[in-house]
């Protein structure tokens, strides 16, 4: 045993050489031996890579037992040795059936090998009622004290980020009746105060039946630190894998949880605490109110500029700014402050709009207040002075739900760092291997950040439930709740929700009504509040128009927004109706563009007026593809023409009379108008 040979004595002495079987890295305690290794024999998982040179034979494959691998040995190259020694083929029969569970397939452990070798091994001895015998022998406890149960397996778990250190032992006994050992209590504190673990798990493992037919785990999280052990045992309740459910206790020191899924080991369950205790205490992380609030505000990055010092990692969507985009930014920019994405300086969301366009969103608005969002304190076109920055060198971009900046943001494209984006990648070679990408075809951006989240920063969706609503509000109106018929939802975004719905007490389809009302009713009042009937006809339809503020894609981004086209034509009795689109490409709203959106579920109608109006050369029309076949959408090349001159040719195509071309499309003032324009694409002569 251990302390019969001073093996670290022998390897100074360069007496020693070693073979390790079930393992591929001596412990810690016998670290040194690692020049005397000269063999591996291991059915784990290689852990050696760069410890050894190319001199040490390996001989490692995931079977469920170290001792196949010997057999397998034995039977290829020593098979007389077997024949010759069936107390031997017994001692390997019984290493393998105990490790592989009988060759239970509920386990998982036993391989192809497995059953093989243990078919040949059991040519060569009777094994009727071997795995009986010892895994009664196994579990009699009997004779064992508490104390006994917790040395006599014990492993150490791989050391934390933290400096935290936990261990754990497999115990053969159920959780509850070790527990309730007199001496358990005592056990514990004496076991793990020699071992110096902060946290220490107790891996029980059991027969249900006396058949022992069906295998049981439990898992005990023991420890002194209270905080700490509740910090373990909340991730690993989080860790779906291990399939926890938790068994009262009326200690505070300890928990219990029953491991529905027997398959994962003690050492994986190790890994996992070490990872928890690598994970940052909870009060160190900020809530996302005030990172929005206070260390990611437009004021704070102001300051920043002002002062000359330090970075501006800016995180930001595209120039639509839907509720999507707004939420992925200021969600992204609070998991790059948590994880240190940043370099230097200070990591900011930023809106891709002036501030006085925000109201315009109505649903994003709506959701800001039920989950006390600010919007005054989140930067937005205008505040920050992108290109400056730039020229500086004290500018980083993270690029979210695009991946391309807008033409008036070209000139801060060699400051992108990152892109995270559910859209087709269109960048190509426009960026360096330097430039993170998190990209895939989902229905939403949002379920990317929170992926992440859920992956990296779990304790932050905890903490932060507002956030969470926010980031469900986000997919379910990209998804259209979920839905199939939409096109745009996947796998990973109905996966996203249901694991986010775990952190907060919300009623998604309550949510979606609730947002898309918001947006719906935002939608509708835009084209009420600027509505004008077109002039009358002789012709049986009607028409009428409405001035929207804001482009063509951001209007029409959210399916409620086509709705309210509906809705609103519907109500007021118009055949054909019109949407001007005016937005700008600039902070100061010089360069205007316009966009018409044609909408009348009649084709043919729809088509006559269509003709009729890219026939004017004095719109100078270029189409914009539309998925809904009640609209036909264009760029209004000629900004001048305004939407009663527009109007008037609706008029004209719908019935063209005498009168009407006298008096509209001919008139002087036309006319003139046409006169003055100098450069439109087409344009045909007066």
């Known amino acids: 045993c251990a302390e019969d040979l001073n093996l670290l004595q022998l390897n100074s002495d360069g007496q020693l050489k070693v073979t390790l079987v079930d393992h591929s890295v001596p412990s810690e305690e016998q670290k040194e031996l690692v020049p005397s290794v000269v063999e591996i024999v291991d059915h784990h998982q290689d852990d050696s890579s760069g410890v050894y040179d190319d001199s040490v034979e390996k001989t490692i494959a ?58 040949e091994l059991s040519k060569l001895t009777e094994s009727d009622g071997l795995f009986d015998e010892l895994i009664a022998a196994k579990f009699d406890t009997s004779g064992l004290s508490a104390y006994d149960l917790l040395r006599q397996d014990y492993k150490d778990a791989p050391l934390s980020s933290s400096g935290s250190r936990a261990g754990g032992s497999t115990v053969p006994e159920n959780a509850t009746h070790f ?55 909340k991730y690993l309740a989080n860790e779906d894998i291990l399939g926890l459910k938790e068994v009262p206790q009326d200690s505070p020191s300890l928990t219990v949880f029953e491991q529905t899924n027997v398959r994962v080991s003690r050492k994986r369950i190790l890994e996992l605490i070490s990872a928890a205790l690598s994970q940052p205490d909870e009060e160190e992380i900020p809530s996302f109110k005030v990172f929005v609030d206070q260390k990611a505000s437009v004021g704070a990055a102001k300051k920043l500029v002002q002062e000359g010092e330090g970075d501006l990692n800016v995180v930001i969507g595209d120039q639509r700014c839907d509720l999507d985009s707004m939420v992925s930014s200021l969600a992204r920019a609070y998991f790059n402050d948590l994880v240190g994405r940043a370099s230097s300086g200070l990591v900011v969301p930023a809106f891709n709009v002036p501030r006085s366009d925000l109201p315009l969103r109505a649903d994003a608005m709506h959701l800001f207040a039920t989950c006390d969002v600010n919007a005054d304190h989140v930067a937005c076109s205008g505040d920050l002075d992108l290109a400056d920055l730039q020229r500086d060198g004290r500018l980083r971009l993270t690029l979210v739900d695009h991946n391309v900046p807008c033409d008036s943001q070209q000139s801060v494209i060699t400051a992108v760092t990152e892109i995270v984006d559910h859209h087709d990648d269109t960048s190509r070679s426009l960026y360096g291997p330097d430039v993170a990408k998190r990209m895939a075809l989902v229905g939403s951006c949002a379920t ?5 989240f859920l992956d990296q920063k779990r304790i932050a969706l905890e903490k932060n439930p507002d956030l969470v609503k926010l ?87 959210p399916k409620y927004a086509r709705e309210a086209i509906e809705s609103f034509s519907t109500e007021r009795d118009i055949d054909v109706f019109l949407v001007d689109f005016i937005s700008y490409s ?22 006559q007026v269509v003709d009729f109006l890219r026939a004017q050369s004095l719109l100078a029309l270029k189409d914009l593809p539309l998925d809904d076949p009640r609209m036909s959408g264009f760029e209004q090349q000629n900004e001048s023409v305004s939407r009663k001159e527009v109007l008037k040719l609706i008029s004209a195509a719908l019935m063209p ?25 087409g344009k045909a002569k007066l």
């Open 657 to 681: 009379t005498f009168k009407l071309f006298v008096d509209e499309l001919a008139s002087v003032e036309v006319a003139k108008n046409y006169a003055k324009v100098q450069e439109i694409p």
């Open 179 to 233: 527990l309730a050992r007199g001496d358990a209590t005592k056990a514990l504190l004496q076991f793990t105060s020699e071992k110096a673990t902060d946290v220490f798990l107790v891996n029980t493992l059991y027969y249900s039946y006396l058949d022992q037919q069906e295998r049981q785990r439990q898992i005990v999280i023991y420890g002194t630190d209270d905080k700490l052990c509740n910090k373990v045992s």
């Open 586 to 607: 600039d902070q100061e709203k010089k360069q205007q563009h316009r966009q018409l959106v044609i909408y009348c579920d009649d084709p043919r109608v729809r088509g």
């Open 448 to 452: 990317l950040v929170a992926r992440d």
């Open 471 to 557: 980031l469900l509000g986000a997919i379910l109106v990209d998804t259209e709740n979920l839905a199939p018929a939409a096109g745009v939802v996947t796998d990973q975004d109905r996966e996203v929700v249901k694991e986010l719905s775990q952190f907060c007490d919300v009623d998604c389809n309550g949510l979606y009504r609730e947002l898309r009302t918001a947006g719906y009713e935002n939608a509708y009042n835009l084209l009420k509040d600027d509505y004008k009937d077109a002039p009358e006809t002789k012709s049986s339809s009607q028409a009428g128009g409405s001035t929207v503020r804001e482009s063509l894609e951001t209007f029409l981004g």
């Open 62 to 119: 995931p079977v469920g037992s170290c001792a196949t691998l010997v057999a397998e040995d034995f039977l290829t190259q020593k098979r007389e040795a077997l024949e010759e020694n069936p107390d031997l083929v017994k001692l390997l029969l019984g290493a393998i059936l105990v490790d592989t569970d009988n060759l239970s397939p509920t386990t998982g452990l036993a391989t192809d090998k497995d059953h093989d070798v243990v078919i």
